[in-house]
């Protein structure tokens, strides 16, 4: 906009009209400026050409505006501009909702943000901090955007301890040890089966140790929280029971004591990722850090523990990947029993305003 400073009339842009003049105004001005020829004795203050005269009706009365085509500006003498009709500053009514409507349209707005943002969060990126990417050399991946604990994880917590006391003190005589309290499949009865629970405890070494603890820290404290002491203490119970199952079925007449709690931290680590499909983990691939939703992550290890399957079957690899399927597959039965019978409380019981309440994957 030019403002004349002698007689204050002003030069304003075609732009700043369309923001402040309803349309069919500045739509019927500019047609008539296309198409009269009337020359006016005005110059266009910028690019000193004579401007256009264009009549244009106001409030049932004629005015007569200066306009430049070039430079898309029309003049107004004193007050003219403020003739024009404006458009309406005020904003429609809106109908008042109740709190209960109010609140859920806050959720969805907020549901809506974190969709978009867990979107740009997937893919390549960097991590927090530099100790992740050593997690990530050892093959560790690091937890993500995690639900907030609330109590505080005992079982975990005592499980982690008794793990990693029982093996350091097995350390001496480790041989010895695993031979008398290991798993071994043609002899599970011995000691009246409780090697089934020995063999948990015993790890073959500190790298073995420290890998099986750091999944039980990091996944285990959310599950603790979500399902209870109790039944969190049931998941790890059957889920290492299957496990065990499973790889004396795949091997009945062995006599190679198999040992470690990775059935059991599998079972929770299926159940993690079930139960929080939203949450994410860091993890190096090809020497670059990415983000993955833990969805991603359970179906990336499942394939992995399938091939190492096979190759346990084919007597090609000492670790076993059966025991790990089994103890993943109470967990997925745990998953969907559990966020089931969830489901069916929320409906009966709950209101959907209730932002506290935990609702299922996918609900």
């Given at each position: ?9 002003r030069a ?7 923001k ?32 256009s005269?264009?009549?244009l009706?106001?409030?049932?009365k004629?005015k ?7 430079c898309?500006?029309?003049?107004f ?20 909702l ?16 974190k ?5 740009r ?29 609330r ?21 001496y ?10 798993l071994?499949?043609d002899?599970?009865?011995?000691h ?7 063999s ?12 099986n ?6 996944f285990?404290d ?50 993690y ?16 850090w ?5 969805g ?6 499942t ?6 399957a ?24 745990f ?5 089931h ?17 935990q609702?299922?994957p996918?609900?």
């Amino acid at each position: 906009m030019w403002v004349c400073p002698s007689c204050d009339g002003r030069a304003v842009s075609l732009e700043v009209i369309r923001k402040v003049v309803p349309q069919s105004v500045v739509k019927e001005l500019w047609q008539r400026t296309l198409y009269e020829e009337i020359t006016s004795k005005a110059r266009c203050p910028v690019c000193t050409r004579r401007m256009s005269v264009v009549t244009l009706s106001v409030q049932e009365k004629k005015k007569y505006l200066d306009v430049c085509q070039r430079c898309r500006f029309i003049w107004f003498d004193p007050h003219e501009f403020e003739e024009l009709p404006l458009i309406s500053s005020e904003k429609p009514p809106r109908e008042d909702l109740p709190l209960e409507g109010r609140e859920a349209l806050a959720l969805a707005r907020l549901e809506a943000l974190k969709e978009r943002q867990e979107l740009r969060e997937i893919g390549p990126g960097a991590p927090d901090h530099w100790w992740e990417v050593i997690l990530g050399y050892f093959g560790m991946p690091v937890e993500y955007n995690a639900r907030n604990i609330r109590n505080t994880p005992v079982i975990t917590w005592t499980l982690s301890v008794l793990i990693l006391i029982v093996t350091i003190a097995s350390l001496y005589n480790l041989e010895a040890v695993v031979k008398n309290w290991g798993l071994i499949p043609d002899q599970f009865t011995r000691h009246f089966g409780l090697t089934f629970i020995s063999s948990f405890f015993l790890h073959a070494g500190l790298i073995h140790l420290m890998g099986n603890l750091y999944f039980l820290m990091i996944f285990g404290d959310n599950v603790e929280d979500v399902l209870g002491k109790q039944l969190y203490v049931l998941l790890i119970m059957f889920s290492a029971l299957a496990g065990d199952l499973a790889h004396i079925l795949s091997e009945p007449g062995a006599a190679t004591p198999v040992i470690g709690a990775s059935g059991g931290i599998s079972g929770v680590l299926a159940y993690y990722c079930l139960r929080f499909p939203r949450a994410k983990v860091g993890v190096l691939w090809w020497l670059r850090w990415i983000r993955i939703p833990v969805g991603w992550m359970l179906g990336l290890w499942t394939l992995g523990q399938i091939i190492g399957a096979l190759r346990q079957i084919s007597g090609f690899e000492s670790v076993s990947a059966l025991a790990h399927l089994g103890g993943a597959a109470v967990g997925v039965l745990f998953g969907w029993g559990t966020t089931h019978g969830q489901s069916k409380r929320v409906v009966g019981s709950e209101t959907a305003m209730n932002p506290d309440v935990q609702r299922p994957p996918g609900g």
